[in-house]
């Protein structure tokens, strides 16, 4: 069914995340987009939820955890990418992005058919109310995503180093540090570091077992 008097450009809106460059003061070696990285963010924290529930009787919902990876930064589609060090300068600065964050969430969120509202509104903010236990979970789950989108950072420190960049050096020490911190924190933050993330500094030939 047609609703021509709606704007419907949400998607259309969302999919212009592959235009927004991220580390944008920095020399890259290779961008990296607002898209790859969201899906990447998806990905990882999706294996972090699976590792929870596998090894650590979590009874996380693994899919929605890849769904607000994909979605976590899409606000950046109105706010643009604001360096870190600005982000979180202070408190004051701190707190007003979060607000401008929220608008920009609101205004996405309007780019929806009203019927669709709530699904996708829970996705970008969480469930309005639930029971203590379905709360826990999600902070937990949200946690773990905001944790698979430090190692994504991490992931293209390590990236930028191995192509011979110098520009990423302090951006590794200091993402690396963040995730030590989060795995000491998180078992599923650990056992994904200390498994999969030394194999994103292997070439394809040795990824692959060619020879």
């Known amino acids: 069914m047609n609703h021509p008097e709606i704007d419907t450009g949400f ?19 290779r961008e990296e987009s607002l ?18 529930n596998r090894r650590y009787g979590r009874k996380l919902d693994c899919d929605r955890a890849a769904v607000i990876g994909m979605y976590h930064d899409a606000a950046e589609i109105i706010t643009g990418d604001l360096p870190t060090p600005v982000k979180y300068y202070n408190d004051e600065i701190r707190e007003a992005y979060k607000k401008i964050e929220d608008a920009a969430e609101t205004r996405l969120l309007s780019l ?40 994504s950072a991490l ?25 030590r911190a989060l795995a000491a924190e998180l078992p599923e933050v650990r056992d994904f570091t200390e498994e999969f993330l030394p194999a994103y500094g292997k070439t394809l030939d040795e990824l692959t077992g060619r020879k």
Not at 11 to 29: C, E, G, H, P, Q
Not at 36 to 49: D, F, R
């Open 112 to 151: 929806l058919p009203e019927d669709l509202r709530e699904e996708f509104r829970e996705i970008f903010q969480g469930p309005e109310r639930s029971d203590p236990e379905v709360e826990k979970k999600e902070k937990y789950l949200r946690r773990l995503v905001k944790a698979a989108d430090k190692i």
């Open 11 to 29: 998607f259309a809106t969302v999919s212009r995340m592959k235009y927004i460059d991220r580390w944008a003061l920095m020399r890259n070696s």
């Open 155 to 179: 992931i293209k420190c390590m990236s930028e180093e191995q192509a011979g960049n110098t520009e990423f050096m302090t951006a590794r020490d200091t993402t690396e540090k963040a995730v």
């Open 35 to 52: 898209s790859e990285h969201s899906l990447e963010v998806g990905m990882i924290a999706h294996a972090l939820c699976v590792i929870g």
